[in-house]
């Protein structure tokens, strides 16, 4: 068996540079998944079946949850590898950055709830007062 030469590392920097449609890079990976790959999809575009636009808002960026909140198939897993062009370089730098949206993310999970009841509170209130005034 011949010896598997390393992948080509890529920093985000340089993939946020190709964000165009004619020069469109993802980086769509994590942990749980082998760790974050880039991939150049520029001649994919065409052929996505959800259409070039949604492919173009996260080109030049970690597109990862995008990717997965989706709901990707398999099939989709094997066409996305054929266009694998490398890995995303963790340097401390990003391991750091990736750290750190985590945590707000993480932070920010919980508002979510507080946010409905609120609103939930508003709408009440204004039911009970339109009640009172107009029906009462």
Same mark, same amino acid.
């Given at each position: 068996? @011949?010896?598997?030469?390393?992948? /080509?590392?890529?920093?985000?920097?340089?993939v946020?540079?190709?964000? /165009?449609?004619?020069?469109?890079?993802?980086?769509?990976?994590? !942990? #749980?998944? %082998? %760790?974050? +790959?880039?991939?150049? &999809?520029? $001649?994919?575009?065409?052929?996505?079946?959800?259409?070039?636009?949604?492919?173009?808002?996260? $080109?030049?960026?970690? @597109?990862?949850?995008?990717?997965?909140?989706?709901?990707?198939? #398999?099939?989709?897993?094997?066409?996305? @590898? /054929?266009?694998? =062009?490398? &890995?995303? *370089?963790?340097?401390e730098?990003?391991?750091?950055?990736?750290?750190?949206?985590?945590? *707000? /993310? *993480? !932070?920010? %999970?919980?508002?979510g709830?507080?946010?409905? =009841?609120? &609103?939930?509170?508003? &709408?009440?209130?204004? %039911?009970?007062?339109?009640? +009172? #005034? #107009?029906?009462?």
């Amino acid at each position: 068996m @011949a010896p598997q030469t390393p992948e /080509k590392e890529y920093t985000m920097e340089e993939v946020a540079k190709h964000n /165009k449609a004619d020069d469109c890079w993802l980086v769509i990976g994590n !942990a #749980n998944t %082998g %760790g974050p +790959k880039v991939y150049d &999809v520029s $001649s994919y575009l065409d052929d996505h079946p959800g259409g070039a636009e949604v492919m173009l808002d996260v $080109s030049g960026q970690d @597109a990862d949850e995008f990717f997965e909140d989706i709901g990707h198939s #398999n099939d989709a897993r094997e066409e996305l @590898a /054929k266009h694998c =062009i490398g &890995v995303l *370089k963790l340097d401390e730098a990003e391991l750091e950055r990736r750290r750190l949206e985590a945590e *707000k /993310k *993480k !932070a920010g %999970g919980g508002g979510g709830s507080m946010g409905v =009841i609120a &609103v939930i509170g508003v &709408v009440v209130a204004v %039911g009970y007062f339109y009640y +009172k #005034n #107009n029906l009462a």
